[in-house]
């Protein structure tokens, strides 16, 4: 028998009929519910984007990889170029290698001079950016890293040079991090120049917004903001923004990183506890030598 | 096994694993990171592509119920309030449904043009919904240029969803 009318003759069309109201209803009240009380959404979120992410990290990366060919097809002459510009920037980075290294050995005799507390190693766990399905609205982006790889709720993410987020939700292999642009994020920095703290606001846009700040805390166009460290969650001092504009409509900030194109970042993690039990500071891996372009 | 009901489950499972296929390209395009996209800040509204299309040539009863729970797996995986892409998603195929019959004889431009209608409509929708989640106005800039990429992206997305159509049109146990 041909099966013309199978579904129609499982479910009777009445209820199919209906069945755009009763959804309609059920998503309204999913929606009132999430507002009421968000914990039992981010369990079910945690459980599905764990359960996704080994099929999105395996189809994100040839998606990627076909739109890097569209987007930077560059000609060998522009690979020399790009090679002879990183090998000056390597020869000068060397440079800074060897001078952070000699300061941070001073920096550790005056320490212990101090007595001053160690502060925690930082590990970081870097991961590719697998999905930003938030549009305009929602700033987040997961990471196919979790607990399983000692990423922790509330962990600093990183992008080359500055902080482009903090993790919320840990699953056992995949994390969701919330963008320093997002409505919803706020983090505790300080300006570096003046030691002025103040809460650094999302605002769903490219500019970061200063709160809390002191009254008559004389702002400076192109003032370095970093993380203050303060709360416990984030590690001090990493670099965030700069101010672009000060005025009547508040103090604005550029981010260091362009949280618009992140593709690979680093969650920092801070192993507090081993810190505490040894009291070092393990010197990072010496920067590789690059000896091509991209 | 009755040789002509095994062909007719091989038929089945034929066709649903085609829109399956196409269902899971769109979800996966709108989900993971294009870099065209600006992170994702303005991206295409893909899946109403399909609703749209299918909703006008191959309604299903079923389809309501389909784009609901694809609705909530992209709510969980954007971090999105639980239900916003779900109704968005039922609350189109109904509008569409209603207009199906006028839609169905006409020209190409005029189908573009509802849709064009479809995805502003959707787009101002999730921005009012957002801002009343928040009880914040949020800027309806970005939205609005997603919504109109979507719009000139259309018509590259109909013709694999024709493909689909075509093949499933060949069928003759397909549901009316």
């Not at chain 1, 930003?132 to 607990?147: I, N």
């Given at each position: 028998m041909?099966?013309?009318?199978?579904?129609?003759q499982?479910?009777?069309?009445?209820?199919?009929r209906?069945?755009?109201?009763v959804?309609?209803?059920?998503?309204?009240?999913?929606m009132?519910l999430?507002?009421?009380?968000?914990?039992p959404?981010?369990?079910?979120?945690?459980?599905?984007?764990?359960?996704?992410?080994?099929?999105?990290?395996?189809?994100?990366?040839?998606?990627?990889?076909?739109?890097?060919?569209?987007?930077?097809?560059?000609?060998?002459r522009?690979l020399?170029a790009?090679?002879?510009?990183?090998?000056?920037?390597?020869?000068?980075?060397?440079?800074?290698?060897?001078?952070?290294?000699?300061?941070?050995?001073?920096?550790?005799?005056?320490r212990e001079?101090?007595?001053?507390k160690?502060?925690?190693?930082?590990?970081?766990?870097?991961a590719?950016?697998?999905s930003?399905?938030?549009?305009?609205?929602v700033?987040?982006?997961?990471?196919?890293?979790?607990v399983?790889?000692?990423?922790?709720k509330g962990n600093a993410?990183?992008?080359?040079?500055?902080?482009?987020?903090?993790v919320?939700?840990?699953?056992?292999?995949?994390?969701?991090?919330?963008?320093i642009?997002?409505l919803?994020?706020?983090?505790?920095?300080?300006i570096?120049n003046?030691r002025?703290k103040?809460?650094?606001?999302?605002k769903?846009?490219?500019?970061?917004?200063?709160?809390?700040?002191?009254?008559?805390?004389?702002?400076?166009?192109g003032?370095?903001?970093?993380?203050?460290?303060?709360?416990?969650?984030?590690?001090?001092?990493?670099?965030?923004?700069?101010?672009?504009?000060?005025?009547?409509?508040?103090?604005?900030v550029?981010?260091?990183?362009d949280?618009?194109?992140?593709?690979?970042v680093?969650?920092?993690?801070?192993?507090?506890?081993?810190a505490?039990?040894?009291?070092e500071?393990?010197?990072?891996?010496?920067?590789?030598?690059?000896?091509?372009?991209? | 096994?009755?040789?002509?009901?095994?062909?007719?489950?091989l038929?089945v499972v034929g066709?649903?694993?085609?829109?399956?296929?196409?269902?899971?390209a769109?979800?996966?395009?709108?989900?993971?990171?294009?870099?065209?996209?600006?992170?994702?800040e303005?991206?295409?509204?893909?899946?109403?592509?399909?609703?749209?299309?299918?909703t006008?040539?191959?309604?299903?009863?079923?389809?309501?119920?389909a784009?609901?729970?694809?609705?909530?797996?992209?709510?969980?995986?954007?971090?999105y309030?639980?239900?916003?892409?779900a109704?968005i998603?039922?609350?189109?195929?109904?509008?569409?449904?209603?207009?199906?019959k006028?839609l169905?004889g006409?020209?190409?431009?005029?189908?573009?043009a509802?849709?064009?209608?479809?995805?502003?409509?959707?787009?101002?929708?999730?921005?009012?919904?957002?801002s009343?989640?928040?009880?914040?106005?949020?800027?309806?800039?970005?939205m609005?240029i997603s919504?109109?990429?979507?719009?000139?992206?259309?018509?590259?997305?109909?013709?694999?969803?024709?493909?689909?159509?075509?093949a499933?049109?060949?069928?003759p146990?397909s549901?009316?």
């Amino acid at each position: 028998m041909p099966l013309k009318t199978t579904t129609v003759q499982i479910m009777p069309v009445v209820v199919l009929r209906a069945a755009p109201a009763v959804l309609i209803l059920l998503a309204l009240t999913l929606m009132m519910l999430h507002r009421a009380d968000t914990l039992p959404v981010e369990r079910l979120r945690t459980a599905m984007t764990d359960a996704l992410t080994p099929a999105l990290t395996a189809v994100s990366a040839p998606f990627n990889a076909l739109v890097e060919q569209i987007d930077g097809v560059t000609t060998i002459r522009d690979l020399k170029a790009e090679n002879i510009r990183l090998e000056e920037e390597n020869a000068k980075l060397q440079q800074w290698y060897e001078s952070a290294l000699k300061l941070q050995a001073e920096n550790q005799s005056f320490r212990e001079l101090l007595n001053v507390k160690a502060d925690p190693t930082l590990n970081f766990i870097t991961a590719r950016v697998i999905s930003d399905a938030g549009g305009s609205f929602v700033k987040s982006v997961l990471l196919p890293v979790g607990v399983l790889d000692k990423v922790q709720k509330g962990n600093a993410v990183m992008s080359g040079h500055g902080l482009v987020g903090r993790v919320t939700e840990v699953g056992q292999r995949s994390s969701r991090v919330l963008l320093i642009t997002d409505l919803n994020s706020r983090i505790p920095v300080l300006i570096q120049n003046t030691r002025t703290k103040a809460i650094l606001a999302g605002k769903n846009q490219n500019l970061l917004k200063l709160e809390r700040l002191p009254p008559d805390s004389g702002m400076t166009i192109g003032a370095r903001i970093v993380t203050s460290g303060d709360g416990g969650q984030l590690p001090a001092d990493l670099p965030v923004g700069t101010i672009v504009s000060t005025g009547e409509n508040g103090v604005w900030v550029r981010p260091v990183s362009d949280i618009d194109r992140l593709s690979y970042v680093q969650v920092v993690n801070t192993d507090i506890d081993q810190a505490l039990a040894t009291g070092e500071i393990t010197p990072p891996p010496k920067p590789a030598i690059y000896k091509s372009g991209k | 096994m009755d040789p002509e009901w095994n062909e007719s489950l091989l038929r089945v499972v034929g066709r649903w694993g085609l829109v399956l296929l196409v269902l899971t390209a769109l979800f996966v395009l709108s989900a993971i990171p294009l870099k065209i996209t600006h992170l994702g800040e303005i991206r295409p509204v893909f899946m109403l592509m399909a609703i749209y299309y299918w909703t006008i040539l191959r309604p299903s009863p079923w389809l309501p119920v389909a784009f609901f729970v694809i609705g909530l797996v992209l709510d969980l995986l954007a971090a999105y309030p639980l239900g916003m892409h779900a109704l968005i998603f039922v609350l189109a195929q109904w509008v569409t449904g209603s207009q199906r019959k006028f839609l169905l004889g006409q020209s190409f431009l005029v189908i573009w043009a509802g849709f064009a209608a479809i995805a502003l409509g959707a787009g101002a929708l999730q921005w009012a919904l957002f801002s009343l989640f928040n009880l914040t106005l949020f800027s309806a800039k970005l939205m609005l240029i997603s919504a109109v990429l979507s719009v000139f992206l259309f018509p590259l997305l109909a013709l694999p969803l024709s493909v689909v159509h075509k093949a499933l049109a060949d069928d003759p146990s397909s549901v009316p």
